[in-house]
């Protein structure tokens, strides 16, 4: 039996022997490994490709030269272009271009190829901050590389949430591509379906395997996406070379219809397999009715062209689709099974953000946001019946107008515009007959006509306030907007930054006032405090006093407000 050693120290004196005892040798304690760091603990389980973004200071930007060389070297970017540029007052590229160009349009120019088969492209994420330029971001890319194109056919697909943004980004588009001879079409359900049709693919006989398009872009909205991939003949998106998800974090998680999915499928050739199964939606007796002869087929799907004998050799390489896709927002989702949902290949991640020390990103957790570096942002803790006092304040203090109000619902907008209208009335008149402040609503409850007309009223500076529910909270761009009010806080982060970023944007300056209730203090606060944003914004106190000047007319106003609604 082995004699147990003991520590000498810790045996008696008494019981210590004089002859040595043969002690085993001393190995030591099991030690606990380090623990990872929490910025660590937070990656794991992300895709490798999101640990390695390319991050990429706002602050960075590139001017456009006007020298006269076909193509600038560096910011990729065609003589053309340039000059188109120089007509719109776009002198430099914003930081999330001067990553994007380069990437996207590979020197020499001629290897931006219209088909890439045999040479699979990367996909791409970019998280850049509201109002920092990610339109121009995907359309320089798509305007030089379709540029090439000699037959119209569908190769960019850009899908966004709302009609409005569609609106917004074909004018972009137009803007640009202005005598290049591009043809761009948009879908969102604003004409018949029949007629879209004919914008889309014209006149269709019968059926094409390659389809056929009268556009070369096209903007859309998933929904009706989906009714043209769907009911259609001769929509396909075999050719397509760009396929752009804009606010990609908002898309991803429709589930309308299971869009992604059927848009992501047809963008896949399908397998020989799949091509014969005369089950399968891409069999070829279902699309094409036997038709013994192809039109122009990509070059993934030239193996489903039954006029072409096909001999396999072991010299066969697999064809790839030459879509790339291109993934946007302010708030991209880093939840990897969400990402996991497109499918993407190889991706690159382009994240636009100030760098930020180790100790610091040591300590965030979760998702970051990044906000526009010209952004003020202000909190106003009040109780619910001070808030309409609130705005009224914000409104003749701080010269709060070419403002954005944000509301909760389509109903507490119309409710704050009528209270508006009569305070303002009454105060205007006090002040000597001075015009009072227009405020006007925008929501979901409106005509696409009048929500054309109220936004172009905004835009001119007729509307000073315009009410309205998150219908516009992402990607709207009007340039003059210097103040967002969230009137009704928002409830979660992403709410807030797409809110607050519809100010502050392409490096002018903005504010932001959230008004907090009482009770929602604390839920307001942990939620910037979570996404380690609560010392950006400021908290302002308004005192009683302050307040005191506005109680009579505000009371008025309310009394009126009553009235309408006992009648009504
Ligand atoms: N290089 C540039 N030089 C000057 N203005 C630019 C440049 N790039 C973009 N802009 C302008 O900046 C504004 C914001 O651009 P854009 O709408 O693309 O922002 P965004 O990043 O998509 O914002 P959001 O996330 O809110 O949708 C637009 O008015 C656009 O014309």
């Known amino acids: 039996m082995f004699e147990v050693p003991e520590d000498e120290g810790a045996v008696p004196p008494e019981r210590r022997s004089s002859t040595p005892v043969t002690t085993l040798p001393r190995f030591p304690l099991p030690s606990q490994p380090a623990l990872p760091s929490a910025s660590t603990l937070f990656l794991q389980g992300l895709d490798q490709a999101l640990v390695e973004a390319d991050i990429i200071d706002p602050a960075k930007t590139i001017a456009i030269p006007l020298i006269e060389v076909n193509v600038d070297p560096t910011t990729r970017l065609s ?37 890439s088969p045999y040479e699979p492209l990367r996909d791409v994420c970019v998280s850049a901050p509201t109002g920092s330029g990610k339109t121009l971001a995907y359309a320089l890319p798509i ?65 094409l395997q390659g389809g056929q398009s009268k556009v070369d872009i096209l903007i859309c909205t998933p929904g009706r996406l989906m009714d043209h991939l769907k009911e259609t003949p001769n929509f396909t998106l075999q050719h397509l070379r760009f396929l752009v998800i804009d606010e990609a974090d908002r898309l991803i998680t429709q589930a309308f219809q299971d869009w992604l999915a059927q848009v992501l499928a047809a963008t896949r050739p399908p397998t020989a397999t799949e091509a014969l199964n005369p089950l399968s939606p891409a069999s070829l007796d279902q699309m094409y009715a036997g038709i013994p002869y192809h039109d122009a087929l990509a070059p993934a799907w030239l193996h489903l062209a039954r006029s072409v004998p096909s ?20 708030t991209l989702t880093r939840d990897p099974s969400k990402i996991a949902a497109l499918n993407l290949r190889d991706p690159k991640y382009f994240v636009v953000k100030e760098s930020i020390g180790e100790q610091e990103e040591e300590a965030m957790q979760g998702e970051q946001f990044s906000m526009p570096a010209t952004l003020t942002e202000h909190m106003i803790v ?35 515009v009528r209270l508006f209208e009569f305070f303002e009335h009454a105060w205007a008149s006090k002040e000597g007959g001075r015009k009072p402040v227009v405020a006007r609503a925008y929501s979901s409850d409106l005509s696409n006509a009048e929500r054309k007309s109220i936004l172009e009223k ?28 969230s009137y009704d806080a928002p409830v979660d982060m992403r709410k807030y930054v797409h809110r607050v970023g519809r100010t502050a944007r392409a490096g002018r300056t ?10 929602e203090a604390r839920y307001f606060k942990k939620m910037l405090s979570t996404a380690n944003h609560l010392n950006q914004v ?30 009504t």
């Not at 380069?102 to 190829?113: G, T």
């Not at 001999?311 to 302010?330: G, R």
Request: glycine letters at 4%; charged letters at 25%; hydrophobic letters at 40%.
């Open 143 to 207: 305007l030089e590389t379709l540029s090439s194109r000699v037959v119209t056919r569908l190769r960019a697909l850009i899908v966004l949430p709302t009609r409005d943004l569609v609106s917004q980004v074909r004018e972009t588009f137009e803007a640009l591509c202005k005598g290049r001879g591009l043809k761009i079409g948009v879908a969102t359900g604003q004409h018949s379906f029949s007629q879209e049709q004919m914008q889309l693919v014209g006149d269709s006989e019968f059926p």
């Open 538 to 567: 400021a908290k302002m106190k308004v005192a009683d006093k302050v307040l005191a000047p506005f109680m009579e007319h505000y009371e008025d106003a309310l009394k009126q407000l009553r009235e309408v609604y006992s009648r």
């Open 458 to 485: 905004f835009r001119d500076e007729e509307i000073g306030i315009l009410v309205c529910s998150d219908l516009i909270s992402r990607g709207i761009d009007i340039s003059h907007v210097n103040h967002v009010v």
């Open 510 to 519: 903005g504010d932001a006032w959230s008004l907090v209730e009482e009770q």
């Open 382 to 416: 009040c109780q619910t019946i001070q808030k309409p006092l609130m705005l009224f304040y914000l409104v003749h203090t701080h010269s709060v107008t070419n403002a954005l109000v944000f509301t909760k619902s389509a109903e507490s907008t119309t409710r704050l």
């Open 311 to 330: 001999i396999h050799t072991d010299l066969d390489e697999t064809k790839h689709s030459s879509c790339q896709k291109l993934l946007f927002s302010a």
């Open 79 to 115: 003589e053309k272009t340039r000059k188109r540029l120089g007509e719109l007052g776009i002198s430099e590229l914003f930081a999330v271009q001067t990553a994007l160009l380069p990437f996207l349009l590979p020197l020499p120019p001629a290897r931006a190829l219209l088909y």
